[in-house]
């Protein structure tokens, strides 16, 4: 049982490049989310997917964009990479069902910026 | 809105010390609380959670219980073992515009010596 896996797990970009980081969940569940891990920041939410079809901004959207492909995948994208975007890039999921359940992460990618 | 505030770290403790992480939440209505833990080079993981004033989580010989009246969620362990070594997040759940967008705190990085 996977769970959420992201791909790939390190990166390191140049100014200026592009790129698409993926996630994809095998636990059905309907909300995916993508978040940035930066040193004494903790989690900062960049967008999310409340259902398939839907995505929506959080606090931290500028420079990235994102497409809920399928139920089971979520990419986020980097069009021109600035070194502001150096950081830990995790993607969540949750239910979508209400209830209290937690959410389930995937293990990062680690992205640096030339 | 929901914000959470965790003590700042890194908390440094010997082994078999006893731990406390302070947790305390601003939120309207009635959120579920979380403990996640997250070990180096992975991603989040759920440590226990309370759903209700009160309620006390435990696992792996943590626990923290639900206390309404002083808005908190504090996270004990009675006797820290190297292992445990980690950082640890607070986190409540919350909803926006009909969306679960749950609310960490910044997370406190705890150093257990041999």
């Known amino acids: 049982n996977a769970g959420v896996t992201q791909t790939p797990k390190f990166q390191v970009l140049k100014t200026g490049q592009s790129m698409t980081l993926q996630c994809a969940q095998d636990?059905?569940?309907?909300?995916m989310y993508w978040y940035r891990q930066d040193p004494g920041m903790g989690l900062r939410l960049i967008y999310y997917?409340?259902?398939?079809?839907?995505?929506d901004k959080g606090e931290v959207p500028n420079g990235y964009n994102v497409s809920r492909l399928n139920k089971r995948e979520f990419s986020l994208r980097l069009e021109s990479a600035a070194p502001s975007q150096t950081s830990v890039y995790f993607c969540?999921?949750?239910?979508?069902?209400?209830?209290?359940?937690?959410?389930?992460f995937g293990d990062g990618t680690r992205l640096s910026i030339l | 809105g929901n914000s959470v505030t965790q003590m700042e770290g890194p908390v440094t403790l010997s082994e078999e010390a006893f731990l406390t992480i302070n947790c305390t939440y601003t939120a309207t209505g009635y959120p579920s609380l979380f403990w996640y833990v997250q070990y180096p080079g992975e991603g989040l993981q759920l440590l226990l959670k309370a759903t209700k004033a009160d309620d006390k989580g435990s696992n792996k010989g943590f626990e923290a219980t639900y206390r309404k009246e002083t808005t908190s969620f504090h996270l004990e362990k009675g006797s820290v073992q190297v292992s445990d070594s980690a950082v640890y997040f607070c986190?409540?759940?919350?909803?926006?515009?009909?969306?679960?967008?749950?609310?960490f705190g910044r997370g406190t990085s705890l150093i257990v010596h041999p």
């Open positions: 997917s409340a259902s398939e079809g839907t995505t």
């Open positions: 969540a999921t949750y239910t979508g069902d209400g209830s209290n359940q937690p959410q389930h």
């Open positions: 986190a409540l759940s919350g909803a926006s515009g009909g969306s679960y967008i749950p609310t």
């Open positions: 636990m059905n569940h309907n909300s």
